[in-house]
């Protein structure tokens, strides 16, 4: 075969060398590496030679190519930013880097309770302190994103109940509603309550119109993808309860140091995104989800991922971890079991454990106030500027809001490419799936911002526009 | 009889010893005022502005006690983490071969070192196209690279996994059916050697499953797959080799076969790792299939994720990819969301995109010889332990007997179980002293006993010694000594855990503190080890 006599050091492959080839073949007791591949006939094997670039055996060569790609970006960092919708540029401290590049961790994957104990209590934190913050006894391992958490968590409502439809407000990321779709579809039905356009929440009538005793869950996310609060979170808890429906939100863990946590107004099924916790963008590569109930029975056995327990071990003294329930999931039960179990996102929820270790009640609590206070300010000073219109400003903001420029008769992509040769990210515009909004764009402010930053933006928009 | 080559790393299996540090909870080591971190202050001139910071918000949504998070220093909160690191037997450490089906390999640190650039890190998904066209390069130079690998037309790399991939091509599977006006189409066909997610994505999708079971020489007969193929039938979704290293030879007469009953045939390529450059699925016949880029393509497993799954499908089925796909016109790389048939978003954004910047990183300093050679090296490795493993008494390698296998094995200790009623899992729990662990299988256990071992390319004969020589300890130990099994381990960060129904009785488990602390107490902890210690003395003494 090909290679086979190739004079190459692979410092990847160190059976590579044809004289530990020779040797180890000599001991399998065959006299080529063909002879291995004896089960797949040979009108079945691949003829020609890959059409692939490279190689750049060199370390430094490699190093310079990629590189010099990515040099090609211009990263949110360089310039002062304002972007969000699902995703979002916060300050990542330097222990979370320190931990989650860790080689133990980093290359650690599905070892036993015994030798991967540090991986167990590490995301046994993940899950307790996500529980102290959300005031509930049970919580997930990460799931891949945000997405896939409230698409299962509306599932698991669905096979609690035993109903069809599920509500979901329109006030939610287009994308996670797409995603929701896409995931319910074989079997939940889907329907959409469209949201207040003044105030930006679930319009609650809506909801009610569409409430019937087929609803498994009523579905939203607070704050929503507007920024703003759902401030009639206890009316529509109330309305999906009164249904015999189940009420599943979605919610920002960096807002639960100064906000009561759904679960105190009975949600029923709680989950959302980890990203802000310590993990950077990457281009949307730091996204994972969480979902989170109460201690029932009823809740846990439908939770299709893994669960980690604390036990006693023979030693007194000695924390133990394990899985619970493990019956539940398609690694035992195939088809049989809840939706599957798979390689989701423990390096993030590892992330989000020395997160939320390091920041504490008071760190959650000034970073809440802090993002707040800095998106009350931008909406204020944006107010100001001529030509934009902030929308839905009865609603209290978190993080984010909409900025609509139709008075300036200007377009979104039109305002962002004049802000981009000023160093500034505009927010995203909106049109492509919420058209009923004009020249709209989602406007994001994190604790990294300054006031500066945020005059500045008012500043060059009052020039743009 | 062979003279057994004696690993230098011989001593390293006899003394090893895992750190154990007994590293308290967060919460038992928080004291009140200590912090960790300080977020950036809230700006004088920002508070004179608005007034109090939550003055927008109605008072009653307001948190009135604080979430009661540990409060521990920096010092603390470092040292916790990086003493529980310790406590994790990371692949990195060791020569890991034994979490078979994973084909954990080396991850090299160079490209951790590309992917934590803040020309990756600090990008956010939404910017304007012409700020990000070095990521949407990469994105769409590794594309043609799985092209070039598989035969396939398109991919995405939008799934976070590769159980999330599969569940694309169900939903891709779905959707073809459907739009060709064939939506009875509802049964899905696999085997019981294909990892469970062949079995429970499909299903999670709504489709009926049948499993199909092999037959001595390790696959399912031709006749299996006929007499379960009808009008009915939406698709195959198999591995091949699979969890036993066996390839099914009739591959091409099973795609065939359901292309002529109408469905479509979906190549479950998570471990490809025996097959780059011999194998392409689209030369099999296959429409879709998958890559773990954590697995082949060298991005590491994470802890359990993030890892990336690659879907990859003919021209006729690239219609129904996620959006958006990664296009090329020239000069200029942009995403394309104007796909009407798509089926939409599988997951936030364009997936774990630092895995195809690890992956691209990994083939690109491998080039077309470097991956054949680690098609050819995995094989290699994973026959030449076959050969030593087949040596240590009551050790077999159930199916296709007598002939050598692709990257796997699955083995099994049935006679070790009969004779000294020690299982699998007893010894592989065993393995943790040494360094060590393996995976037994996935359930049900059709082999009896199972451990599956997956030497991939990364490790060199003296490792693959090594770890013979663990099994030929373990089996000897077996014999002369199980009670050292049975309590097992020793050497790991913590002991045996005796009692199970913690996991599994409602009353009992806590999957998180609050949930212990209200089940069992605070001193719960140590009243309940007590006992253990004294139920498994009890034991020992009879």
């Known amino acids: 075969m090909s290679g086979e006599n190739k004079e190459i050091a692979y410092p990847y492959i160190p059976n590579a060398l044809p004289h530990i080839r020779d040797r180890m073949l000599q001991r399998i007791g065959v006299k080529s590496i063909e002879e291995l591949y004896e089960m797949i006939p040979e009108r079945l094997r691949f003829k020609g030679k890959m059409d692939l670039p490279g190689p750049l055996h060199s370390e430094y060569e490699l190093r310079r190519h990629v590189e010099a790609i990515l040099q090609k970006n211009t990263s949110a960092a360089e310039v002062i930013s304002f972007l969000g919708g699902g995703c979002y540029q916060h300050f990542v401290p330097a222990v979370c880097d320190e931990i989650n590049q860790r080689y133990e961790f980093l290359t650690a994957y599905s070892g036993r309770a015994y030798e991967d104990h540090g991986r167990y209590q590490a995301l046994f934190e993940f899950a307790s302190m996500m529980g102290e913050l959300l005031n509930l006894e049970v919580v997930s391992v990460p799931t891949y994103d945000g997405y896939q958490a409230a698409a299962t968590a509306l599932r698991m409502a669905g096979r609690i109940t035993g109903r069809k439809h599920i509500i979901v407000s329109r006030a939610i990321s287009p994308d996670k509603l797409s995603r929701i779709a896409n995931y319910s579809s074989p079997f939940l039905k889907i329907k959409v309550a469209d949201f207040d356009p003044n105030s930006g929440q679930t319009d609650i009538k809506a909801v009610e119109r569409l409430l019937d005793t087929e609803t498994a869950a009523i579905y939203f996310d607070t704050p929503n993808f507007f920024g703003c609060l759902e401030t009639g979170i206890n009316h529509l808890i109330t309305l999906a309860h009164q249904a015999g429906a189940l009420c599943v939100v979605g919610v920002e863990p960096l807002t639960l140091g100064v906000l009561r946590p759904p679960a105190d107004y009975g949600a029923d099924i709680v989950c959302g995104e980890i990203q802000s916790l310590g993990i950077h963008m990457q281009f949307g590569g730091g996204q994972a989800g969480f979902i989170a109930t109460r201690d029932e029975e009823r809740f846990v056995m439908e939770y299709p991922t893994r669960l980690i327990g604390l036990l006693p071990t023979r030693v007194p003294g000695e924390h133990g971890f394990g899985e619970v329930a493990m019956e539940r999931t398609s690694f035992l039960k195939r088809e049989g079991g809840k939706e599957w179990l798979g390689t989701m996102a423990n390096l993030w929820g590892i992330t989000a454990a020395v997160y939320l270790a390091l920041m504490g009640p008071q760190g959650m609590k000034e970073i809440g106030e802090g993002i707040f206070a800095r998106t009350s300010y931008a909406i204020r000073k944006l107010a100001q500027v001529k030509g934009i219109r902030i929308l839905h400003l009865s609603s209290p903001h978190f993080r984010e809001f909409v900025v609509n420029f139709d008075e300036s008769g200007k377009t979104v992509e039109e305002i962002n490419a004049s802000l981009a040769q000023r160093g500034i990210f505009g927010g995203h515009s909106l049109r492509r799936h919420f058209p009923e909004m004009g020249e709209s764009a989602l406007y994001c402010v994190t604790e990294i911002h300054t006031q500066a930053q945020i005059d500045l933006l008012a500043d060059t928009l009052k020039e743009i526009l | ?542």
């Open chain 2, 1 to 542: 009889m062979n003279t057994q080559p004696v690993s230098p790393y011989q001593s390293t299996l006899e003394n090893y010893h895992q750190a154990r540090w007994c590293e308290p909870l967060l919460f038992e080591i928080s004291e009140a005022g200590q912090r960790g971190i300080i977020p950036p202050p809230l700006e004088a001139g920002i508070t004179e502005s608005i007034g109090a910071p939550l003055q927008d918000v109605p008072s009653w949504m307001r948190r009135t006690s604080p979430p009661a998070l540990p409060e521990v220093s920096q010092v603390h909160g470092l040292r916790h983490f990086l003493r529980l690191s310790q406590e994790t037997l990371g692949a990195g450490l060791i020569a890991d071969m034994g979490m078979a089906t994973s084909t954990v390999k080396y991850n090299p640190p160079v490209n951790e070192q590309l992917v934590r650039s803040p020309k990756l890190n600090e990008l956010h998904p939404l910017q304007d196209e012409e700020t990000v066209q070095g990521i949407l390069e990469i994105l769409y130079r590794f594309e043609q690279i799985l092209k070039a690998i598989s035969g396939m037309s398109r991919f995405t790399f939008q799934p976070r996994g590769g159980s999330a991939a599969i569940y694309t091509n169900a939903s891709i599977v779905q959707a073809w059916h459907r739009w060709r006006g064939e939506p009875w189409r509802n049964e899905i066909i696999t085997t019981i050697f294909s990892h469970p997610s062949n079995a429970a994505c499909p299903a999670s999708a709504g489709f009926k499953i049948i499993t199909l079971y092999p037959e001595s020489d390790g696959y399912p007969s031709v006749e299996a797959l006929r007499a379960v193929l009808s009008e009915r039938t939406a698709g195959l979704f198999i591995t091949n080799p699979d969890d036993t290293g066996i390839f099914n030879p009739k591959i091409d007469e099973f795609v065939h076969l359901v292309h002529e009953a109408g469905g479509l045939c979906v190549y479950d390529q998570a471990n490809a790792n025996g097959l780059l450059g011999i194998v392409r699925a689209a030369d099999l016949g296959f429409d879709l299939c998958h890559f773990n880029l954590h697995k082949t393509f060298g991005t590491p497993h994470a802890s359990g994720g993030p890892g990336a799954g690659a879907s990859g499908v003919t021209e006729a089925l690239a219609p129904f990819l996620p959006v958006p796909t990664v296009e090329f016109d020239g000069t200029r790389y942009f995403l394309d969301y104007d796909r009407p048939l798509s089926i939409g978003k599988v997951a936030s954004f364009y997936g774990a995109v630092a895995n195809v910047v690890r992956a691209y990183a990994w083939v690109m300093s491998l080039g077309a010889e470097g991956l054949r050679a680690v098609a050819e090296t995995a094989v290699l490795n994973n026959n030449y332990l076959l050969a030593r493993m087949l040596e240590i008494p009551s050790i077999t390698a159930p199916f296709a007997e007598g002939k050598h296998r692709l990257e796997q094995v699955r083995y099994s200790l049935e006679k070790l179980t009969r004779e000294t009623g020690l299982h699998s899992s007893d010894l592989a729990r065993r393995a943790a002293d040494f360094g060590a662990h393996f995976f037994l299988s996935h359930h049900p256990f059709v082999v009896p006993e199972p451990a599956t071992i997956e030497p991939t390319e990364s490790y060199s004969q003296a490792d693959l010694d090594t770890h013979a020589a663990m099994f030929e300890r373990l089996v000897k130990e077996a014999y002369t000594a199980p009670e050292e099994i049975q309590s097992a381990p020793h050497r790991a960060a913590i002991h045996l855990m005796p009692d199970p129904s913690y996991l599994e009785d409602p009353q009992r488990w806590a999957i998180t503190w609050r949930a212990w602390l209200r089940k069992h107490g605070k001193n719960a902890q140590q009243s309940a080890m007590a006992e253990n210690e004294a139920s498994t003395k009890k034991t020992k003494e009879e």
